[in-house]
T-cell receptor, first 114, second 112 residues
Framework: GAGVSQSPRYKVAKRGQDVALRCDPISGHVSLFWYQQALGQGPEFLTYFQNEAQLDKSGLPSDRFFAERPEGSVSTLKIQRTQQEDSAVYLC????????????FGSGTRLTVV | AQSVSQHNHHVILSEAASLELGCNYSYGGTVNLFWYVQYPGQHLQLLLKYFSGDPLVKGIKGFEAEFIKSKFSFNLRKPSVQWSDTAEYFCAGLYNNNDMRFGAGTRLTVKP
């Protein structure tokens, strides 16, 4: 597609509920990144894929967070047993060959846990 | 750990004023530097980037940034701001080609 698409745009979850956030990167982009942006903060790295391989998941805050990209294109970030501190905007970014050229970001999913 | 810091949390300017937003990055081998802008309700957009060469980088919408290696700085500038520049600005450093670190952001408000 023309840009990085994320869905849903907004998600309200009850505490303890599981959620799944989807990212459609730019077609052909090899690298895909997930970031968490809390209110008033800059994006914080969560995890990174190169094609279907998850090369870095050091930023995932707990084992309740899980990400996958099974076919090297669409990615899903899953949060199990959501907690209030999970409330944030979750950003997805993709990059073609040579991530040094910068990332293209999606509009994000705003997750609110109540 | 690698980090990027932005000095100003919120900057308020009048139209036509000059802008300079501070950014410092930690040393970490190969670093590429970026400035992103986020307009209200929109996604992050790339303003400009520095890899190597001329330390004065020109970006879109009249923005520029200067890479000063000795100061580990990459400050963003614009000679004359407009009301439409009201947004959040993020400095970022890409370490070792796959580790992008963002500053906390600076909110710019331009009064008409």
């Amino acid at each position: 597609g023309a840009g990085v698409s994320q869905s849903p745009r907004y998600k309200v979850a009850k505490r303890g509920q599981d959620v799944a956030l989807r990212c459609d990167p730019i077609s052909g982009h090899v690298s895909l990144f997930w970031y968490q942006q809390a209110l008033g903060q800059g994006p914080e790295f969560l995890t990174y894929f190169q094609n279907e391989a998850q090369l870095d998941k050091s930023g995932l805050p707990s084992d309740r967070f899980f990400a996958e990209r099974p076919e090297g294109s669409v990615s899903t970030l899953k949060i199990q047993r959501t907690q209030q501190e999970d409330s944030a905007v979750y950003l997805c970014a993709s990059s073609g060959e040579g991530t040094a050229y910068g990332y293209t970001f999606g509009s994000g999913t705003r997750l609110t846990v109540v | 750990a690698q980090s990027v810091s932005q000095h100003n949390h919120h900057v308020i300017l009048s139209e036509a004023a000059s802008l300079e937003l501070g950014c410092n990055y930690s040393y970490g081998g190969t670093v590429n530097l970026f400035w992103y802008v986020q307009y209200p309700g929109q996604h992050l957009q790339l303003l400009l980037k520095y890899f190597s060469g001329d330390p004065l980088v020109k970006g879109i919408k009249g923005f520029e940034a200067e890479f000063i290696k000795s100061k580990f700085s990459f400050n963003l500038r614009k000679p004359s701001v407009q009301w439409s520049d009201t947004a959040e600005y993020f400095c970022a450093g890409l370490y070792n080609n796959n580790d992008m670190r963002f500053g906390a952001g600076t909110r710019l408000t331009v009064k008409p």
